[in-house]
């Protein structure tokens, strides 16, 4: 039972250079999410799916783009890094709405140096 | 909007004693409230969630919690600490149903001594 499955789990990343997270789920959830984790401030939302299909802005969304491209799959993209992107990056599903609760992958390390 | 504040950013119990975690929200509308548990280098697993049900639930690995409407708050409990409770916890808030936003308190990173 996979989950929900994040690559790659570490990155290390040039001031301007771009790359894309990438997330699954096999659980036949219907939502997704992005978070960014910092120390201090807990998880703060920067992207979400509700359904297939569709994406909408969280707390944090400027610097980043998301693409559900099909209802397993939700990859989160940095156009131009930069050092304040520096993070732990969650993606989480859920089968609804957030009264279900969320199931996280394990992260994925984020430097930008 | 909504809002979570985890009081106590550190707590430190010995091994079977009781543990309690705080956290306090402000919403605008009956909420959905959530714990989650970290370990280290891994993602948040579910521990218990409020939907309006019962006042006083039950989670995983003996973790209770309370909802306390007149005090907004919805504390994390358990009788008996264990070594292997040692983690970070996090509570959260969302709006009722049909929302997608989960807001999270900044977490309590709870230490268990032998």
């Known amino acids: 039972n996979a989950g929900v499955t994040q690559t790659p789990k570490f990155q290390v990343l040039k001031t301007g250079q771009s790359m894309t997270l990438q997330c699954a789920q096999d659980m036949n959830h219907n939502s997704m999410y992005w978070y960014r984790q910092d120390p201090g401030m807990g998880l703060r939302l920067i992207y979400y799916s509700a359904s297939e299909g569709t994406t909408d802005k969280g707390e944090v969304p400027n610097g980043y783009n998301v693409s559900r491209l099909n209802k397993r799959e939700f990859s989160l993209r940095l156009e131009s890094a930069a050092p304040s992107q520096t993070s732990v990056y969650f993606c989480?599903?859920?089968?609804?709405?957030?009264?279900?609760?969320?199931?996280f992958g394990s992260g994925t390390r984020l430097t930008v140096v | 909007a909504q809002s979570v504040t985890q009081l106590g950013s550190h707590v430190s119990v010995s091994e079977g004693a009781l543990v309690l975690l705080r956290c306090n929200y402000s919403s605008s509308v009956p909420p959905y409230l959530f714990w989650y548990v970290q370990y280290p280098n891994q993602g948040l697993q579910l521990l218990l969630k409020y939907t309006s049900a019962a006042t006083l639930v039950k989670g995983i690995n003996g973790f209770e919690a309370e909802f306390k409407k007149s005090e907004t708050s919805f504390h994390l409990t358990k009788p008996s600490a264990h070594m292997s409770d040692a983690a970070e916890y996090f509570c959260?808030?969302?709006?009722?149903?049909?929302?997608?936003?989960?807001?999270f308190g900044a977490g309590t990173r709870l230490f268990v001594k032998a």
């Open positions: 959260a808030v969302s709006e009722g149903t049909g929302g997608f936003k989960t807001i």
């Open positions: 989480a599903s859920s089968y609804r709405g957030v009264e279900y609760g969320y199931t």
